[in-house]
């Protein structure tokens, strides 16, 4: 699954978010610790997700986008 982020020059080095995923932001010395590091967020954030669905006894289900 592919995820696109916004990357941001800061003081200690990049911030960077993922729009798509309010609240998830991360940080990194260069462009590539922060993109690792974005990656680590975005897996915690949506593993945090789908608990707190489960918890709400919520269905999830999966569905693949295809381009258009």
Known sequence: ???KVALYPSEGGWAVSC????G???QGETE???LTNIGEA???YLE???????EEGA???EIELTEA
């Open 42 to 44: 975005i897996r915690d």
């Open 24 to 26: 998830c932001h991360s």
């Open 32 to 34: 590539a610790e922060a």
């Open 59 to 61: 269905l999830v289900r």
């Open 19 to 22: 729009p798509a995923l309010p």
């Open 48 to 54: 945090v997700k789908l608990q707190l669905l489960a």
């Open 1 to 3: 699954m592919k995820y």
